[in-house]
């Protein structure tokens, strides 16, 4: 890419410049994580440590979408790493889902943070804007065309907006079977109207909306919000069969 395209793609906030040029490298998951290191689609790679790309079985039948790495993985370049991915590997087990099944990445692919006033070392989560979610778009539908999974777990209310547009909520749509927006209106009002449209059961993949496991952890009845998450796990294991 050349500095032209790289300043184009930086003003339109818009990663789908930066993703491999053909079709079999869009069809490769590691040509995908080598371009995304180098994605410069939106302004957030600017303090970030690194991309965080997805990660996982390429034949998982699982996918777990959620908002955006954390310090820890930033820092790691790996995804659910943290605190918040030790509580979703704890439900998993609860709730009957191979962790070999899964694949796990963010509708964002880099961190972003804000420091403590005064000063201090501490890098503080600052949800990512609408415009950052749409830049970063292109790699999340290249996720979705090449896993294909059975199964699609939307993990808090960013992520669910990025699948089905901004009037998507989860606390009304939580722990029940979705069907799949089509791919080309992902993120887009459309995406939001398409739910009542097919049955969920006759959808080739379905999605489940649940809380990001960083909820849990937030919560004041942590036990309480922990066993609902399970709870909406077991929606997603009973899709699979």
Same mark, same amino acid.
């Given at each position: 890419?050349?500095?032209? &395209?790289?300043?184009?793609?930086?003003?339109?906030?818009?990663?789908?410049?930066?993703?491999?040029?053909?079709?079999?490298?869009?069809?490769?998951?590691?040509?995908?994580?080598?371009?995304?290191?180098?994605?410069?689609?939106?302004?957030?790679?600017?303090?970030?440590?690194? &991309?965080?790309?997805?990660?996982?079985?390429?034949?998982?039948?699982?996918?777990?979408?959620?908002?955006?790495?954390?310090?820890?993985?930033?820092?790691?370049?790996?995804?659910?790493?943290?605190?918040?991915?030790?509580?979703?590997?704890?439900?998993?087990?609860?709730?009957?889902?191979?962790?070999?099944?899964?694949?796990?990445?963010?509708?964002?692919?880099?961190?972003?943070?804000?420091?403590?006033?005064?000063?201090?070392?501490?890098?503080?989560?600052?949800?990512?804007?609408?415009?950052?979610?749409?830049?970063?778009?292109?790699?999340?539908?290249?996720?979705?065309?090449?896993?294909?999974?059975?199964?699609?777990?939307?993990?808090?209310?960013?992520?669910?907006?990025?699948?089905?547009?901004?009037?998507?909520?989860? &606390?009304?749509?939580?722990?029940?079977?979705?069907?799949?927006?089509?791919?080309?209106?992902?993120?887009?009002?459309?995406?939001?109207?398409?739910?009542?449209?097919?049955?969920?059961?006759?959808?080739?993949?379905?999605?489940?909306?649940?809380?990001?496991?960083?909820?849990?952890?937030?919560?004041?009845?942590?036990?309480?919000?922990?066993?609902?998450?399970?709870?909406?796990?077991?929606?997603?294991?009973?899709?699979?069969?």
């Amino acid at each position: 890419m050349n500095a032209r &395209t790289s300043q184009d793609a930086r003003t339109s906030q818009d990663a789908g410049p930066f993703l491999p040029g053909t079709a079999e490298g869009r069809s490769d998951l590691d040509e995908l994580r080598r371009a995304a290191a180098g994605c410069r689609g939106c302004g957030l790679y600017e303090n970030a440590t690194q &991309t965080v790309f997805g990660e996982g079985s390429p034949g998982g039948r699982v996918m777990f979408v959620g908002e955006q790495p954390g310090d820890q993985e930033d820092r790691k370049g790996q995804p659910f790493v943290g605190p918040a991915g030790r509580v979703l590997d704890r439900a998993l087990a609860e709730a009957g889902i191979e962790r070999g099944d899964v694949y796990v990445t963010n509708a964002v692919k880099h961190f972003k943070f804000k420091r403590r006033e005064g000063g201090g070392k501490r890098r503080i989560h600052e949800p990512p804007s609408a415009a950052e979610v749409r830049a970063c778009r292109p790699w999340l539908l290249a996720e979705l065309r090449l896993l294909d999974p059975d199964v699609v777990v939307v993990l808090g209310a960013t992520a669910g907006r990025a699948l089905f547009g901004s009037s998507f909520r989860v &606390t009304k749509q939580r722990g029940r079977l979705l069907p799949l927006p089509d791919l080309e209106t992902i993120g887009t009002p459309a995406a939001g109207r398409e739910l009542g449209d097919e049955p969920p059961e006759r959808a080739d993949t379905q999605i489940v909306a649940t809380i990001h496991p960083s909820a849990v952890l937030r919560a004041e009845d942590r036990d309480a919000m922990y066993a609902g998450f399970v709870e909406d796990l077991k929606v997603a294991a009973s899709a699979l069969g």
